[in-house]
């Protein structure tokens, strides 16, 4: 069935450094792909998305890229900031399957 | 536009008991999934609706059931409630027209003791 693998789960980085969250899927139909922040206590927020048809993204410090070849895409966050702490979700979905795969998630932390 | 509702936001119920949740989308959006999210498996996909259908479901028990009205709100059932229950369920609309984003809601923390 359709799976998408997460790493790393845990990520610790310094204050300014940059963070790197990888992804797999498994389903080569997948054509969607958003990154999700989750904040302790609060709900999941989409920070980016990228479509198949396009290899890289970017918006402010964050960026996505993407391989359909390998079937992976990863998120960058450069300049890391305290706010950045938080767990992000990697997720893939066929849109006609009406249906989104998450990652199991990476626990994000920013050390002064 | 306001954000996606749920209701209750906290339950606490014991074992064998059945429970309703509750999601209201954002004004305009026919498409509404639901999702559980636990510590150790994340979040999994439960079902989604889009104009009071269900067009797909995950992996869960039968026990897990739910429906959408013509006014696209939705509502998640669960039967014979197990201690394994206890999570938190959350909703996300999408309009599903020109995109795929899902936008969720606050979710509901259900105990089952």
């Known amino acids: 069935g359709e799976n998408v693998e997460q790493h790393p789960s845990t990520l610790s980085v310094q204050e300014g450094d940059s963070a790197v969250i990888k992804c797999t899927y498994s389903?080569?139909?997948?054509?969607?792909f958003p990154w999700y922040k989750q904040e302790l206590g609060k709900r999941p927020q989409l920070i980016i998305d990228i479509r198949s048809n396009v290899g890289e993204k970017k918006d402010q410090r964050i960026a996505v890229t993407l391989n359909k070849t390998a079937k992976h895409f990863s998120l960058h966050i450069t300049e890391t900031q305290p706010e950045d702490s938080a767990v992000y979700f990697c997720a893939a979905s066929i849109r006609s399957a009406s249906k989104i795969i998450f990652g199991s998630g990476t626990r994000l932390s920013i050390r002064p | 536009k306001a954000g996606v509702t749920q209701t209750p936001r906290y339950l606490i119920k014991t074992r064998g008991q059945q429970v309703t949740l509750s999601c209201s989308p954002i004004?305009?959006?026919?498409?509404v999934s639901w999702y559980q999210q636990t510590p150790g498996q994340g979040l999994q996909f439960l079902f989604e609706?889009?104009?009071?259908?269900?067009?797909n479901k995950g992996n869960f028990p039968g026990r897990f059931s739910g429906r959408q009205f013509s006014n696209s709100r939705s509502e998640m059932n669960v039967s014979t409630l197990e201690l394994g229950d206890s999570a938190l369920y959350l909703c996300?609309?999408?309009?599903?027209?020109?995109?795929?984003?899902?936008?969720f809601g606050p979710g509901t923390r259900l105990t089952v003791l």
């Open positions: 004004s305009g959006h026919r498409s």
């Open positions: 609706y889009f104009s009071e259908t269900q067009r």
């Open positions: 996300a609309s999408g309009d599903q027209q020109e995109t795929d984003t899902q936008y």
């Open positions: 389903d080569s139909a997948s054509n969607y």
